[in-house]
């Protein structure tokens, strides 16, 4: 198989996204695109190592291998943050000696409130306790 243009353009997609995309986010971008065909592609893309992917409240989720990033999901508004820094080595480096296992890789999503919902919640109770 080869990289067709409809590949690529989901992998573009997918490149230029700070966070991963489930398929229906690539389709909302992708609008001349069929599901199935966005479905194909990165199943392709996954199958043949461009993309990376993670499932989570029944979605899954695909970045780019390109790149290590970590990540943030709000539980409130489930909006996703990227995560720029790593500062896992040290603790790669704990789980390969007390472990005794090879680390090739690790993936970190944090949860959490994001700012504005934090903010949101805060009101709301401040709210609350008036009333």
């Known amino acids: 198989m ?11 997609e997918i490149l230029n996204s700070a966070v991963p995309l489930t398929a229906y986010e690539v389709s909302n971008r992708l609008k001349e695109m069929s599901l199935t065909t ?10 043949n190592g461009y993309l990376k992917r ?6 899954t989720y695909y970045y780019s291998s390109e ?15 990227p995560i720029e820094t790593c500062f896992m080595e040290e ?12 680390v090739y890789e690790h993936f970190v999503l944090f949860t959490g409130l994001c700012e504005k919902c ?7 109770k401040t709210e609350n306790a008036n009333a």
């Open 2 to 12: 080869r990289m067709t243009k409809n590949r690529e353009l989901v992998y573009k």
């Open 38 to 47: 966005i479905y194909r592609a990165l199943e392709y893309l996954y199958q």
């Open 54 to 59: 993670f499932s989570l409240d029944e979605c």
């Open 67 to 81: 790149s290590h990033r970590h990540f943030f999901r709000c539980v409130q508004c489930g909006k996703l943050y």
């Open 91 to 102: 603790y790669e480096k704990y789980v390969s000696t007390h472990f005794n296992f090879k």
């Open 118 to 124: 934090y903010q949101d919640s805060l009101i709301d």
